[in-house]
């Protein structure tokens, strides 16, 4: 059973536009969110992440917003660049357990 | 440089041949895990451990076994493989695995079994 959903496998969007990924969960639990991205023939990348007392957190062109009661997390771009172009992983971790869960991903690209 | 360093980077080998992937870190991480990669399936937890000597299951432990004999080194045995493992597999490792401590991953071990 898939804990942390990712529902759209793929998603275009023009440079310099806004991407928006979303991820949802399922475990009230999980109490640390985190984003991945991850580039072929590589390791995924940890991108940001954020913990269940905040509903916002900011890095550079990266922001993840985290609805807790819709189980909803979100990953915003501003802006777009052709770079961004990857898969991206949504993961969370139980505030009692020791493991991560991992979305399916999803493939975004960036066009010139 | 602070990396997660997995080998071999490819492997084909075929049914019932013993193999290691080996993992190690060079950031003093207590939490090391093992992950496979499948179209559509996303990431999945294989093993995880802890600390040294401390070892646990993950989602899909069956087919699998690791060893934490030192820090720094978490590789993965399977003893006997089969086509339904052929994956891409990842090794990551975290400084704790409790608090915001994100996992760092390895470049990947890509397996085929025929």
């Known amino acids: 059973d898939q804990q942390v959903k990712q529902n759209s496998p793929s998603l275009s969007v023009q440079e310099g536009r806004i991407s928006i990924l979303n991820c949802d969960y399922t475990?009230?639990?999980?109490?640390?969110f985190l984003w991945y991205k991850k580039y072929p023939a590589e390791g995924p990348t940890f991108l940001i992440s954020i913990s269940s007392i905040k509903d916002k957190n900011e890095d550079g062109r990266f922001t993840v917003f985290l609805n807790k009661s819709a189980k909803h997390l979100s990953l915003h771009i501003v802006p777009s660049q052709p770079g961004d172009s990857a898969v991206y992983f949504c993961?969370?971790?139980?505030?009692?357990?020791?493991?991560?869960?991992f979305g399916t991903g999803t493939s975004l690209t960036v066009i010139p | 440089e602070a990396q997660v360093t997995q080998n071999p980077r490819y492997l084909i080998t075929v049914t019932g041949k013993k193999l290691t992937v080996t993992c190690s870190q060079n950031?003093?991480?207590?939490?090391m895990s093992w992950y496979r990669q499948d179209p559509g399936l996303g990431l999945r937890q294989i093993y995880y451990s802890m600390n040294v000597e401390v070892t646990d299951k993950g989602d899909v432990p069956e087919g699998y076994k690791v060893s934490r004999k030192e820090k720094r080194n978490f590789p993965l045995i399977l003893e006997s493989p089969s086509p339904n493992q052929t994956s891409l597999y990842f090794c990551a490792s975290a400084f704790a695995p409790y608090g915001n401590s994100p996992l760092h991953f390895g470049n990947g071990t890509r397996l085929t079994v025929t």
């Open positions: 950031m003093n991480h207590e939490y």
């Open positions: 993961a969370a971790r139980p505030n009692t357990g020791n493991q991560f869960y």
């Open positions: 475990n009230s639990m999980f109490d640390y």
